[in-house]
């Protein structure tokens, strides 16, 4: 692409394969620290006092493996007219404009600082080695609090425990399919507790396409090229089943994203973060984890939230990032008041903000306005082509199913090879070839 300039501009235009607006931008957009980096920079190898001014992005998504000549649809965007769910959610609650991933980087190392408040001095995804460090759930199980993890897939693992399995295999029971999320949703308010949510829920959508019982399921994760109406569809249906909670008082949901997926953001991250130690760099040496990723939308919905709050930090103060949840959960259930089980060291996770400061109503003014919410959008044939290349985290979980489904799974040999296999995968069509060879 050559000449002249492109504009930011929405709603989003069919380009050429595809015909729906709503798989913009195809193909994928690189996410990998070194593309990202060009993306907020500009150039590949910034000065250490480089302008982050995040004009990159085109120049990025022009590259051949990229948009190529298509690239200008990189500029595009998605408003409350192709968008509903997400921002009605944004209107009647509570939104975060100054929420930054942790890393300017993938989902491995991001999710990492979700749940560890660091990602142990990796940048991207990579060959999806196993992280073998604490995360959250080991601090709120070995601290007697409930929790569960809530995956929609069918052979595929959740991405919480594949990445974190080392430390999370042995409390495989805590790992549930997606309808269970519903079903404990529904639970009376006197219920028992084994019967209600556990005191902090994580939901993943489904990544991965798989075979479900009479066609294929596809990603619902709002990551392109997937219909944006697919994570649409799913995000409502959180929703509704925390809407129509008997308990919903009780429930605060946050909703986030673990980074941008390469798509064009005008707001420079911030500097100055906290490294998180205990690797206070990458393990290549390149980064000190000191700049935070690109802006990611963030909502808060609680009948405790004032309908139409935009928040952020408070001006000259760390901004919120993905710690900030860790942050939350440490001061409201006391984690840090347990010697004999300490909570996680990040000294992100120190510095961070938390959410309490938007919980703003009480009992008196509390909101009872939770208003139905269904996408309006329409999904169509685009995504669905078997020929559609798969990303880096799909490998990913394609590895992990590999090796969880192996005698050891974390046998470094075994590790490899999964990795090795799933990296060779082109297509859905391969990925479902592998994930269910008896298939017809």
Not at 123 to 136: M, S
Not at 223 to 252: M, T, W
Request: charged fraction near 20%; glycine fraction near 6%; aromatic fraction near 10%.
């Amino acid at each position: 692409m050559s000449g002249g300039k492109v504009y930011a501009s929405r709603p989003p235009t069919a380009w050429p394969p595809a015909s729906n607006p709503n798989v913009v931008p195809t193909p994928d957009p690189h996410e990998e620290f070194q593309f990202v980096t060009t993306q907020i920079f500009g150039v590949a190898n910034p000065a250490p006092t480089g302008n982050a001014d995040m004009s990159g992005f085109l120049l990025d998504y022009s590259s051949p493996d990229a948009g190529g000549v298509n690239a200008a649809q990189i500029m595009q965007t998605f408003g409350p007219a192709e968008t509903n769910v997400i921002n009605d959610l944004a209107r009647n609650f509570a939104v975060c404009d100054h929420w930054y991933a942790s890393v300017p980087s993938q989902t491995w190392p991001n999710r990492a600082f979700v749940h560890t408040g660091c990602s142990d001095g990796r940048l991207n995804n990579d060959d999806y080695e196993l992280y073998d460090i604490p995360t959250i759930f080991n601090v709120l199980e070995d601290q007697g609090k409930s929790w569960g993890v809530f995956h929609d897939t069918t052979l595929i693992p959740s991405l919480t425990l594949a990445q974190f399995s080392p430390r999370l295999i042995p409390y495989d029971a805590h790992f549930h399919k997606y309808d269970i999320f519903g079903q404990m949703c529904r639970a009376d308010a006197n219920a028992q507790p084994a019967q209600k949510l556990p005191q902090y829920s994580f939901v993943e959508p489904r990544f991965t396409p798989e075979l479900g019982l009479f066609a294929i399921d596809y990603p619902a994760d709002y990551h392109p090229p997937h219909n944006i109406c697919r994570g649409e569809q799913f995000l409502a249906d959180v929703y509704q089943s925390v809407r129509l909670s008997p308990y919903r008082d009780k429930i605060l949901l946050v909703i986030t994203f673990d980074e941008h997926g390469g798509c064009y953001d005008h707001c420079p991250p911030p500097t100055g973060a906290a490294s998180p130690g205990p690797k206070f760099e990458s393990n290549d040496g390149s980064f000190d984890f000191t700049r935070f990723g690109v802006r990611v939308p963030t909502i808060l919905v609680s009948s405790y939230v004032r309908p139409g709050t935009v928040f952020r930090a408070l001006l000259d103060t760390t901004p919120f990032d993905h710690t900030s949840i860790l942050a939350t959960l440490r001061d409201w259930l006391s984690l840090d008041a347990d010697p004999k089980h300490p909570f996680l060291p990040s000294l992100r996770i120190e510095a961070a903000p938390t959410l309490d400061r938007v919980l703003t109503l009480d009992d008196t003014t509390k909101n009872m306005n939770w208003p139905a919410i269904i996408a309006t959008c329409t999904i169509g044939d685009d995504d669905k082509s078997l020929q559609t290349p798969l990303n880096s985290v799909q490998k990913s979980l394609i590895a992990s199913a590999i090796r969880l489904s192996s005698n050891n799974p974390q046998d470094p040999t075994i590790v490899a090879q999964s990795a090795a296999l799933a990296k060779s995968l082109d297509t859905y069509e391969s990925a479902i070839t592998i994930l269910h060879p008896d298939a017809p």
